[in-house]
């Protein structure tokens, strides 16, 4: 079982840069597949970035790739996300969540292969 918590939000200016942190305690922590997903109010929660248990493949949507940057440090128990030139359709509530072990990019994107979440934190981007 892994328990998540994140940190790191904030109010930012367009173009400005934020960087989240999500600490996790628990013993498969260093084989779960990683994932950060956000919400916005009336949307969907949505995909934002995955990685996995080695830190050797990641996956991104769209909208965020060459701005955002997803990366572990399983020894520090943590999984973090960089994120760059900031525009405000980012403004949303950022979860981390943990998965499972399987690496497939069309399973990594789905909120469905995710067991575990942390309570998110708000990222504000002012226009």
């Known amino acids: 079982q892994e328990q998540l918590v994140e940190s790191g939000g904030g109010l930012v200016q367009t173009g400005g840069s934020l960087r989240l942190s999500c600490a996790a305690s628990?013993?498969?922590?260093?084989?779960?597949?990683m994932g950060w997903f956000r919400q916005a109010p009336g949307k969907e929660r949505e995909f934002v970035a995955a990685i996995s248990w080695s830190g050797g493949s990641t996956s991104y949507a769209d909208s965020v790739k060459g701005r955002f940057t997803v990366s572990r440090d399983n020894a520090k128990n943590t999984v973090s996300l960089q994120m760059n030139t900031l525009k405000p359709e980012d403004t949303a509530v950022y979860y981390c969540?943990?998965?499972?072990?399987?690496?497939?990019?069309?399973?990594?994107?789905?909120?469905?292969?995710?067991?575990?979440w942390g309570q998110g934190t708000q990222v504000t981007v002012s226009s």
């Open positions: 969540a943990a998965g499972g072990t399987y690496w497939r990019n069309n399973y990594v994107r789905s909120s469905a292969e995710y067991r575990y």
């Open positions: 628990g013993r498969t922590f260093s084989t779960s597949i």
